[in-house]
């Protein structure tokens, strides 16, 4: 695409422009296009070299760039007559980029054509061949790399892909904000971690469309590239869907609804995870498919487990995976994620399964031999819903920790990640086990990054200072980092970590409090994957300049 997916709503205000324009002070009145105005071919002017009070100090911005060559030099600010250039032209895969930046600094006219850089103008042009897609999410650290400097009252911000050129403008967003500009020098920046995110119940507590598109924008601006959207659980099914209407809750997104959140969130550079949890938290489903509920022997029902020995339970979610997956689009080329859920199936967390649930341990036994378990029949069920992801083109396979079971009958599929979220339940396996076993690991540690709303089961609240002072990606469990060698724990093993929002008490908080409770975490969190050194500024300065950096409230 060429264009944003609607215009963001965290614009600078027109008084903040106004006061950059008027520090700039140039010293002569330039005739230039109206803001947001776009022309084919950038056209010589007599521009002349505008003046303002040096911009000092660092670049202002969360994260914190990771190297800053410093420079003689005033800097650069927005000023009267600015541009933002595509040498590349409107049809470039960097033209959106631009335009969102040249939106987001007031209304700065895109001009294109290879004609002279003016002074205060900023340069906006990919280093590599641009051989990915518009807007393709990409995988790698390099990949997400970018360039900027200023020098001679121009800014010049290159990069390898389009992703990289995003976040550059990010930071050219936020040193606008933080400090009015950027100081003269060269900015060397990556990632430390590819995987950088948020996970929302939309399930127990539906949020407005809105909201999430305001969530994305916001961590869009901190870099973070994933959002998982958890839409399936005991208190609610909440997209539409056609082929099991009867399972939907009342307040729920449509199928349209979703596509624009898809769409706005691949405009921004973020890969969208569904979560469709099973064989548990399937309470919402199993409502109007109570033939399919989990039976002790006793008699009585398991809320929200599905039994997986009865063969008309994997039709019925896989109707419902397909139907999810198509709606799910990704760009081609693109990393194509699913996430199977798999965690808490009440089955397996009993004394005694095989005596509680029969059913279940005869199934097993005819399907792994006289040996077989409970744990080996869940192992095959997901085993068995990966399957069916993958026919529909989903490439990048999670489940929860909970979900992965150690038997030499079943084993889960070798490329489906490790989500770790707990090491607090009984028999779960300490998160070292899957890095020795070669298995991948991504960073939902419940001691940090779990927001469960109400508190219940001893959860509290996480704070960005705990995550910014106390965290890493390589803390898995609890809050020392996991105990294997380092070459099991870098950014191959352990691509990153998600912030995880969990609607245990719905009414607990607002919209609008979740909101609040979230943005310092996410702050923390979006510098920690960014760069997992030790920050270079005090938790109380990191706190300051996140209040400067994030505009007004969303």
């Not at 095989?354 to 997901?382: F, V």
Request: charged share 20%; hydrophobic share 35%; proline share 8%.
């Amino acid at each position: 695409m060429s264009n944003p997916i609607r215009q963001p709503r965290a614009a600078f205000p027109a008084t903040v422009l106004v006061g950059a324009l008027l520090l700039a002070g140039c010293s002569q009145t330039v005739e230039t296009e109206p803001p947001g105005r776009t022309s084919a071919k950038v056209k010589p002017s007599s521009q002349a070299t505008p003046s303002w009070a040096p911009v000092t100090g660092t670049p202002q911005v969360i994260p914190a760039v990771r190297d800053f060559r410093r420079a003689e030099g005033r800097g650069w600010r927005p000023s009267k007559g600015a541009r933002v250039v595509v040498p590349a032209g409107p049809k470039s895969n960097v033209a959106d980029e631009a335009q969102l930046m040249a939106h987001d600094l007031g209304g700065l006219p895109v001009v294109y054509g290879g004609e002279t850089v003016q002074p205060g103008d900023i340069e906006v042009k990919l280093s590599g061949k641009g051989s990915t897609a518009n807007n393709v999410p990409v995988e790698g650290s390099a990949d997400q790399a970018y360039t900027l400097t200023a020098r001679g009252t121009r800014l010049t911000l290159t990069a390898p892909t389009d992703t990289g050129i995003f976040y550059g403008t990010r930071t050219v967003k936020q040193a606008v904000r933080a400090a009015g500009g950027l100081p003269e020098g060269t900015i060397e920046d990556r990632p430390d971690r590819p995987q950088r995110g948020m996970s929302l119940d939309n399930a127990r507590k539906p949020f407005t469309q809105g909201w999430i598109e305001d969530r994305l924008r916001e961590i869009a601006d901190l870099k973070l590239n994933q959002f998982q959207l958890h839409f399936s659980d005991d208190q609610g099914f909440r997209i539409q869907s056609d082929t099991h209407p009867e399972v939907v809750s009342a307040d729920h997104l449509t199928k349209a609804q979703v596509r624009q959140i898809i769409q706005l969130a691949q405009s921004l550079h973020i890969s969208v995870v569904p979560e469709l949890d099973s064989p548990g938290h399937l309470g919402a489903v199993l409502a109007h498919h109570q033939d399919l509920l989990l039976h002790r022997a006793s008699g009585s029902v398991v809320p929200g487990a599905i039994d997986i020995s009865n063969p008309k339970a994997a039709p019925l979610v896989d109707s419902l995976l397909k139907e999810m997956s198509e709606l799910f689009t990704n760009p081609k080329g693109a990393p194509a994620y699913w996430h199977l859920g798999g965690d808490e199936y009440q089955a397996l967390m009993s004394s005694s399964p095989s005596t509680t649930y029969p059913q279940l341990s005869r199934a097993a036994r005819q399907k792994y031999g006289p040996n077989g378990t409970i744990e080996d029949l869940a192992t095959g069920w997901l085993n068995d819903r990966q399957k069916t992801v993958e026919a529909k083109g989903k490439n990048r396979i999670e489940a929860w920790n909970d979900g992965f079971f150690s038997s030499p009958r079943a084993s889960a599929a070798k490329n489906r990640m490790v989500d770790y979220w707990t090491g607090k339940e009984n028999g779960k396996r300490d998160p070292a086990e899957f890095l020795r076993e070669g298995r991948n690991v991504l960073n939902f540690n419940d001691e940090f990054l779990y927001y469960v709303l109400g508190e219940p089961n001893q959860f509290t609240y996480p704070t960005g200072q705990r995550i910014y002072q106390s965290w890493t990606p390589q803390v898995l469990r609890h809050t020392q980092p996991v105990a294997v060698p380092a070459s099991m724990t870098g950014p191959d093993r352990i691509p990153g970590a998600r912030f995880a929002i969990w609607a245990d008490r719905s009414q607990a908080q607002t919209q609008a409090q979740v909101a609040a409770g979230i943005r310092l975490p996410l702050a923390a969190l979006a510098q920690k994957t960014w760069d997992s050194r030790k920050p270079a500024l005090s938790w109380t300065d990191f706190k300051a300049l996140a209040n400067r950096v994030a505009g007004p409230p969303r």
